[in-house]
C-alpha cells in the first residue's frame, strides 16, 4: 500500500499581481500529477489550501479538474480536506471542492469524516479557526475511537500546531490523539517529517514559495510532496522534488560593493530559462536610494521578472539584524511591519498601523470606517484581476467537454 501526500498548492494564486507567477502554480502542480501517476501510488491525499481562494477562477478550477481527471484515468482516488484559504468563515458556506464529488473528489467534511481504502481508515476535518476549537478536539476525540478499530489508520488535519507554528497556532500537539498510523498535515508551507505516537506526522509543505520567507527550507528541502509506503509497520515516507518553474535569488550587497555584485548576480540569471525574482538587500547605502534603485533596474530589470529591493543606509540595521540582536527594542509596530514584508506594499502597511493605532485606544468604529476605505479604493485597483487577455492562458484553456473526453 503505497500513496501521495501533498498540500498548500494554492491554484489561483497570483503572487505580486504577476500572472507568469499564477501559471507557475499550475505548472508544478501538473508536474506533481505526472510523477504521482509514474509511481503507481495507490491513492492521493490533499490536505487543504487546493486553491488560494474559497472563489477561485475558472483557470484554477480547470487546471485542477484535468489533474484530477487524469488521476481518475490511471485507476488513482484523490481523499481531500479545505483548508483555510479554501473556505469562506460563514455558515453554511461550502468549499470549491464539492464541485469535483462527480468526477470522483473524496472530499472528507464535517458531514462525512472518514473512508476506508482497503484495510486503511482515512479520516479528517477541514481547517477550524482557533475560536472553534473546543469543537475540533470533540471531533478529533470521536475519529480517535473510530480508528482503534482499525490496523492502518490515516488522520488528515490542515491546522497549525504549537511545537511547529510557534504562534497562532489552533492545536497543541498534546491535542492530537496518538492512535493513528500516519498524520497528514496541511497549514504550514515548510517541510516537517517528526515521529508522534507509533507513526509518522508529516507537512509536505507548499508546492511553490507562497512567501520569499520559505526561501530558507525550500533551499533545504525543496518543494514537492512525499511518497508513503505502508507495508511496514512503520510508515515509511520519501520526500519527492519538484523543480519549480523560477529561481529566487535572495542577495545581500554592501552598497561599496554594488557595482561587482550586480555583475555577478546578471551572470547568474543572464541564461535562466524563465526570468528569475530578485529580493535584495542593500546595506550601509550613502546615497539617494533612487540612484541606487535606477542602477539596479537598468542593469537587471530586463532578466527578472521581478526586483524586490530593501534599503538600509549607512549607520542603520536592517530589520532582520535588530530582530537577531538581543539587545534590541523591538516594539509591536516592529513586528507588524516585519510580519507583512512579503506583502511589499506600503499601503497594507499603513492600514496594519493605522488599526493598531485605533484598535489600541479601542476606536472601533474608526477602525471599521479604515477598512470598509481600505478595501473599497482596493477591490477598485482588482476589479479587473479576472479580465487578463485570455491568450494568457492558451495553456489551460479548454473546454469541459475536451477535457472529460
Not at 38 to 54: N, W
Amino acid at each position: 500500500m503505497k500513496f501521495a501526500h501533498l498540500a498548500d498548492t494554492h491554484l489561483g494564486y497570483r503572487q505580486f499581481g504577476l500572472i507568469e507567477r499564477e501559471k507557475d502554480f499550475y505548472e508544478v502542480f501538473e508536474k506533481i500529477i505526472d510523477k504521482i501517476i509514474e509511481e503507481k501510488v495507490d491513492f492521493v491525499i490533499h490536505s487543504g489550501d487546493l486553491f488560494e481562494t474559497a472563489r477561485p477562477s475558472p483557470n484554477a478550477l480547470l487546471v485542477f479538474q484535468k489533474g484530477l481527471l487524469r488521476l481518475k484515468g490511471a485507476g488513482i482516488p484523490m481523499y481531500a480536506i479545505a483548508g483555510n484559504h479554501d473556505m469562506v468563515m460563514r455558515s453554511g458556506a461550502i468549499p470549491p471542492h464539492v464541485i469535483f464529488k462527480r468526477l470522483g473528489l473524496k472530499v472528507i467534511s464535517p458531514i462525512n469524516t472518514n473512508y476506508t481504502q482497503g484495510d486503511v481508515f482515512i479520516a479528517g476535518l477541514p481547517h477550524y479557526p482557533s475560536s472553534q476549537v473546543k469543537v475540533l478536539k470533540s471531533k478529533l476525540a470521536d475519529l480517535s475511537k473510530m480508528a482503534a478499530k482499525y490496523d492502518k489508520s490515516i488522520l488528515v488535519l490542515h491546522q497549525g500546531i504549537d511545537k511547529y507554528f510557534g504562534y497562532n497556532y489552533e492545536l497543541e500537539i498534546g491535542d492530537i490523539p496518538d492512535n493513528f498510523d500516519y498524520y497528514a498535515l496541511g497549514h504550514i508551507h515548510n517541510y516537517i517529517n517528526d515521529n508522534f505516537g507509533e507513526g509518522k506526522l508529516v507537512y509536505p509543505g507548499s508546492s511553490e514559495i507562497w512567501k520569499t520567507s520559505e526561501l530558507k527550507d525550500y533551499n533545504e528541502h525543496g518543494k514537492g510532496f512525499v511518497l508513503v509506503d505502508f507495508d511496514g509497520p512503520k510508515p515509511y515516507v520519501k520526500r519527492v522534488k519538484i523543480d519549480i518553474s523560477r529561481q529566487f535569488i535572495k542577495r545581500s550587497i554592501k552598497y561599496d560593493d554594488l557595482e561587482s555584485d550586480i555583475a555577478g548576480i546578471k551572470e547568474l540569471i543572464e541564461d535562466a530559462d524563465k526570468k528569475p525574482i530578485l529580493d535584495l538587500e542593500i546595506k550601509d547605502v550613502d546615497s539617494d536610494t533612487k540612484v541606487v534603485y535606477d542602477i539596479i533596474k537598468e542593469e537587471l530589470g530586463d532578466l527578472a521578472l521581478m526586483i524586490r529591493p530593501k534599503f538600509t543606509m549607512a549607520g542603520e540595521k536592517s530589520i532582520d539584524e535588530l530582530f537577531a540582536d538581543e539587545n534590541a527594542n523591538i516594539g509591536p509596530k516592529e513586528l507588524i511591519i516585519k510580519q507583512l514584508e512579503d506583502y511589499n506594499s506600503d499601503e497594507v502597511n499603513q492600514l496594519a498601523l493605522d488599526l493598531y493605532d485605533y484598535l489600541s485606544k479601542d476606536k472601533i468604529d474608526e477602525s471599521m470606517d479604515l477598512i470598509e476605505q481600505f478595501y473599497s479604493e482596493f477591490y477598485d485597483k482588482t476589479k479587473n484581476y479576472e479580465s487578463a487577455p485570455q491568450d494568457e492562458f492558451e495553456d489551460v484553456e479548454e473546454t469541459a467537454d475536451e477535457v472529460l473526453k
